[in-house]
């Protein structure tokens, strides 16, 4: 019973070099991706945020196309999100109702020649006091 035990205990080793080599190269990957890619999507949800932020303000439905885009630029830049342009951003109106659509892409250089595009796309209608 006590050679079955020692045998069985020496045949474990654990992981080898090339199983510990494959997992470091795809976290690291992985956390790559994460590094690059993560800043685009929390200025995405801070642009979101100062759209949203919008509903209820005073005199929204009053205001000029670009007259929105400068209090959308505004906000932004209170938020520190850079590199986002107002060209991105579509104003309209139908009466009291403002509809914003904001369509842009984000492009990072994740290593050499590769690059990566994400792609937001935003519809919001709302109305002001």
Do not use: C, W
């Not at 080599?21 to 976290?27: A, E, G, N, P, Q």
């Not at 890619?37 to 949800?45: R, S």
Request: hydrophobic letters at 45%.
């Amino acid at each position: 019973m006590k050679n079955n035990l020692l045998f069985a205990m020496g045949r474990q080793r654990g992981a080898s070099a090339l199983t510990m080599m494959i997992m470091v190269l795809f976290f690291g990957g992985l956390l790559t991706l994460m590094l690059k890619l993560g800043p685009a999507y929390l200025d995405d949800i801070t642009i979101q945020e100062a759209l949203e932020g919008l509903e209820g303000t005073e005199g929204l439905s009053q205001m000029g196309p670009a007259q929105v885009r400068t209090l959308i630029n505004k906000r932004l830049s209170v938020n520190n999100v850079r590199g986002f342009e107002a060209k991105n951003i579509s104003v309209e109106k139908d009466g009291e109702l403002v509809v914003i659509n904001v369509d842009y892409e984000v492009r990072n250089n994740l290593f050499s020649n590769v690059d990566a595009v994400i792609h937001f796309q935003h519809t919001y209608e709302m109305k002001g006091k």
